[in-house]
């Protein structure tokens, strides 16, 4: 008997919920790469998809902690060697001893290894590892009290959990809402609308680098309020995601000052942290000093020149944990209740978690190789953000503002011809070149502007292959 299926009601959030960095751009890229199309993918930041090569020091130690026998092996193979003065190898051709050592420090460590679920919030020695590393980064001692504490950092499978768990946190209620800056990553919107909260935009100046003032955020808090939202949070992306732009200090410090006085959460993204190509990063933790505000920052191993997005992991800290309503818990209990849930954070992500933030040291054997890869990989990307910035003085129209970070470049598209949108533009710039972007409303612009976002990713020589059928394809696509 054939009975038909009843659809099925689901969670409208999720149905609603949009996602533009896989959305019908990339979607029909895929189909034109299974026609046989070459595709050059910068819709997403995922370096390793475009031919970054991983940093040896990271897959050496997670290749052994994997494998714990090759330990042992490679020294065997190391005797060997050392007894047979004839053979072809030289000493390079080993894992070096310090790597062996460390793998093995880690695993003593970690005690139960790489297979097993670990604490719901990682393994502890990384947590402190972490602390460590924000401090160092911040120029932070213990004896100032503002400290990283290991308590309240979370390991997790990527910074995306991380975000989806504050979020999940904050919205208690469907006025509840979450200041976001446009454009975003749409992680930010997505992560929203599923928990069933309120997406509040605030709109940085894009002509002076998408840098904001107090203004632009107390007219967007005004707004909400006068539509009865209760705004709980205030995400920043620094470096920003779509705009590549980097934040200046007082944007950061009325960011703060603003959170302070509208008893906000800032959450700071900060995934970027090593993609600024002139000048240091400075961190929310850094800024906020002493302060009293709540603070969540997030950092991840699939960015920077780590490039590791498949192996999620990252972690999130925790500042000023606010108290909770109606209940002796706080929020850090609450963050770790989410990651309960979640048994842990993937293994191999928290090892490399590690690693990124336990870099070799000046005196170790593997810090040449370590800085070489890392120099490489980020000159690399700066170059690549150059040639595409230079292409886009070519286009007619085509204006792009802001320092570069991050790994991508989130031009003005003006001039399009009447009647179509940016949306078109991409779509027919990847039809015409196999260029596969991002059209600039999937993460949300100023009315009536266009702009698209590239990810400055692909090997220079490619780059150079296909930037001036870009140039071609988008002068006369601007003069129809
Ligand atoms: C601003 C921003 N935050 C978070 C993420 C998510 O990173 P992860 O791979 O660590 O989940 C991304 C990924 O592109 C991002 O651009």
């Given at each position: 008997m054939n009975i038909d299926q009843k659809p099925l009601a689901v969670n409208p959030n999720i149905l609603e919920m949009e996602y533009a960095v896989r959305g019908p751009i990339p979607q029909r890229a895929a189909e034109l790469e299974k026609q046989g199309r070459a595709i050059i993918p910068c819709h997403i930041g995922n370096p390793q998809a475009l031919g970054q090569t991983p940093i040896t020091y990271l897959r050496q130690v997670l290749a052994l902690v994997e494998e714990p026998s090759k330990i042992s092996r490679e020294r065997q193979l190391k005797a060997l060697f050392e007894e047979n003065p004839y053979s072809d190898l030289r000493e390079e051709d080993f894992i070096s001893e310090e790597i062996l050592a460390l793998s093995e420090d880690i695993l003593a460590k970690s005690v139960t290894g790489m297979g097993a679920y670990t604490a719901s919030k990682g393994h502890f020695f990384i947590r402190e590892a972490i602390a460590d590393f924000i401090n160092q980064r911040d120029g932070?001692?213990?004896?100032?009290?503002?400290c990283a504490d290991p308590e309240n950092i979370f390991l997790t499978s990527g910074a995306s959990q991380g975000v989806k768990f504050v979020i999940d946190l904050l919205i208690a209620k469907e006025n509840d809402g979450i200041m976001i800056p446009i454009?975003?990553?749409p992680l930010y919107s997505a992560s929203i609308k599923k928990a069933g909260g309120v997406q509040v935009n605030y709109y940085p100046d894009e002509e002076r680098g998408w840098i904001f003032n107090r203004q632009i955020l107390e007219e967007a808090f005004l707004s909400a309020k006068k539509d009865k939202v209760n705004v709980k949070g205030i995400v920043v992306i620094n470096p920003g995601n779509p705009t590549g732009a980097v934040l200046d200090e007082q944007s950061m410090i009325d960011v703060i000052e603003f959170a302070q006085e509208h008893q906000l959460m800032i959450i700071a993204?900060?995934?970027?942290?090593?993609?600024?190509?002139q000048g240091k990063f400075l961190s929310f933790a850094k800024v906020l000093g002493t302060g009293r505000v709540p603070l969540i920052s997030l950092h991840s191993?699939?960015?920077?020149?780590?490039?590791?997005?498949?192996h999620r992991g990252g972690y999130l800290e925790l500042r000023n944990p606010p108290k909770i309503e109606d209940s002796s818990l706080d929020f850090a209990d609450l963050l770790n209740k989410q990651a309960s849930v979640s048994l842990c954070s993937s293994t191999p992500g928290q090892v490399l978690t590690y690693l990124m933030v336990k870099p070799p040291t000046e005196n170790s054997n593997s810090y040449k190789r370590y800085i070489e890869e890392k120099n490489k990989i980020l000159d690399d990307l700066h170059e690549k953000a150059v040639m595409v910035r230079e292409a886009f003085s070519e286009m007619d129209g085509m204006e792009c503002f802001g320092e570069t970070g991050a790994l991508y470049l989130f031009p003005r598209i003006n001039g399009l011809p009447e009647g179509t949108i940016d949306f078109d533009y991409c779509m027919a710039l990847l039809e015409k070149t196999g260029l596969c972007t991002v059209n600039g409303s999937g993460f949300g612009q100023r009315e009536g502007t266009h702009h698209l976002r590239i990810a400055f990713l692909p090997p220079k020589e490619l780059l150079a292959q296909v930037l001036p059928e870009w140039i071609k394809f988008h002068n006369q696509y601007v003069s129809k």
């Open positions: 932070y001692e213990s004896s100032t009290g503002i454009p975003q990553y993204d900060e995934v970027y942290q090593e993609n600024i190509y191993i699939s960015k920077g020149f780590f490039g590791e997005c498949g």
